[in-house]
């Protein structure tokens, strides 16, 4: 891929990016003020790609997918020419503001600038920006070279050009861009990881479940299917009937686990239909059997797979 792409921020998540883009052939450059930093995220570079080569999963020697990603301690010299900064600084407003005034000023009129942060948003980082118009989120999972998907996130000022050209960026990388529509605290990704978080730690509190069993029902259960597809496939492929006989089946009793939580959320017919209407665009109600044989196919590879990792050991030999 004939493309420079900037990072700034040497830690895991920085790494991570440059891993996504060096693997494609992209140039990367990757900037962090502190010198320890960097030395740090050379080693951590060549020994993720070690792995992923270990595992089938590069197309080129470690060594030379490495050799596409320069440090440098210069933020002019890393953004010099490129068409894409992503920036992986800590999470912190005041830190992300004063670097996106930076980049803003010394980055090519033509670049994105991208912030990777999981909670703020672009409005609140480059509001006051002479070209906020090409500012957005794109906040990765991590690590970003094994999660392909990645949230776009523009600001209300966000150019349609720049989102577009984002995704475009993203799934040439070989990502997994969604656009989210309108800026809300934690975008999908984070939304989702919350309403189970803050049920799993309910359950615990209130004497229902150990932890080990709620990460096993997550493991063995439901994140393995999720694995393969998502949370409204899985209704749809869970019931003859699809989607909408799940909603009439088994909505009512979601709603009432909702209210004991305090939360007023129905599937309301409109919803419901909405969301059906969706996702048979993609999914044909005709090819139900077909799509349950794939979800079964799907995690039976899966099962081979983790049977062949085998369980994590711990240090007294116990699994």
């Given at each position: 891929?004939?493309?420079?792409?900037?990072?700034?921020?040497?830690?895991?998540i920085g790494v991570g990016w440059?891993?996504?883009?060096?693997?494609?052939?992209?140039?990367?450059?990757?900037?962090?003020?502190?010198?320890?930093?960097?030395?740090?995220?050379?080693?951590?570079?060549?020994?993720?790609?070690?792995?992923?080569?270990?595992?089938?999963?590069?197309?080129?020697?470690?060594?030379?997918?490495?050799?596409?990603?320069?440090?440098?301690?210069?933020?002019?010299?890393?953004?010099?020419?490129?068409?894409?900064?992503?920036?992986?600084?800590?999470?912190?407003?005041?830190?992300?503001?004063?670097?996106?005034?930076?980049?803003?000023?010394?980055?090519?009129?033509?670049?994105?600038?991208?912030?990777?942060?999981?909670?703020?948003?672009?409005?609140?980082?480059?509001?006051?920006?002479?070209?906020?118009?090409?500012?957005?989120?794109?906040?990765?999972?991590?690590?970003?070279?094994?999660?392909p998907v990645v949230e776009l996130?523009?600001?209300?000022?966000?150019?349609?050009?720049?989102?577009?050209?984002?995704?475009?960026?993203?799934?040439?990388a070989g990502m997994s861009p969604?656009?989210?529509?309108?800026?809300?605290?934690?975008?999908?990704?984070?939304?989702?990881?919350?309403?189970?978080?803050?049920?799993?730690?309910?359950?615990?509190?209130?004497?229902?479940?150990?932890?080990?069993?709620?990460?096993?029902?997550?493991?063995?259960?439901?994140?393995?299917?999720?694995?393969?597809?998502?949370?409204?496939?899985?209704?749809?492929?869970?019931?003859?009937?699809?989607?909408?006989?799940?909603?009439?089946?088994?909505?009512?009793?979601?709603?009432?686990?909702?209210?004991?939580?305090?939360?007023?959320?129905?599937?309301?017919?409109?919803?419901?239909?909405?969301?059906?209407?969706?996702?048979?665009?993609?999914?044909?109600?005709?090819?139900?059997?077909?799509?349950?044989?794939?979800?079964?196919?799907?995690?039976?590879?899966?099962?081979?797979?983790?049977?062949?990792?085998?369980?994590?050991?711990?240090?007294?030999?116990?699994?």
């Amino acid at each position: 891929m004939s493309v420079t792409i900037a990072i700034t921020g040497a830690g895991s998540i920085g790494v991570g990016w440059a891993i996504v883009w060096a693997r494609i052939g992209a140039t990367v450059r990757l900037h962090d003020p502190v010198a320890e930093a960097l030395r740090g995220s050379e080693k951590a570079l060549l020994h993720t790609l070690e792995r992923l080569a270990a595992g089938g999963l590069l197309d080129a020697e470690p060594a030379a997918v490495a050799a596409r990603v320069r440090l440098t301690d210069s933020l002019e010299e890393a953004v010099e020419n490129v068409a894409h900064v992503q920036e992986c600084a800590p999470e912190s407003l005041e830190l992300k503001r004063s670097l996106f005034r930076e980049l803003d000023q010394i980055a090519a009129p033509g670049a994105t600038l991208a912030t990777s942060s999981s909670a703020l948003t672009a409005s609140q980082i480059a509001a006051d920006l002479p070209g906020r118009s090409r500012c957005l989120v794109a906040h990765p999972g991590n690590p970003p070279y094994l999660l392909p998907v990645v949230e776009l996130v523009p600001a209300p000022f966000t150019s349609p050009e720049t989102v577009e050209g984002a995704r475009k960026l993203f799934e040439a990388a070989g990502m997994s861009p969604i656009v989210v529509r309108r800026e809300v605290e934690g975008f999908v990704f984070n939304r989702l990881q919350g309403a189970l978080l803050r049920e799993a730690y309910c359950l615990v509190r209130d004497g229902v479940a150990s932890v080990d069993d709620v990460d096993r029902v997550v493991r063995d259960g439901l994140g393995r299917r999720w694995g393969v597809i998502g949370p409204f496939e899985t209704a749809e492929l869970n019931t003859r009937g699809g989607i909408e006989a799940h909603a009439a089946t088994l909505g009512p009793a979601y709603a009432r686990m909702g209210a004991e939580r305090g939360q007023d959320d129905p599937w309301t017919p409109d919803l419901v239909a909405r969301v059906a209407e969706e996702l048979h665009e993609r999914l044909p109600p005709e090819r139900w059997a077909e799509r349950v044989a794939w979800r079964d196919d799907a995690l039976i590879a899966l099962e081979r797979a983790r049977r062949e990792s085998g369980p994590f050991a711990l240090s007294g030999g116990a699994a």
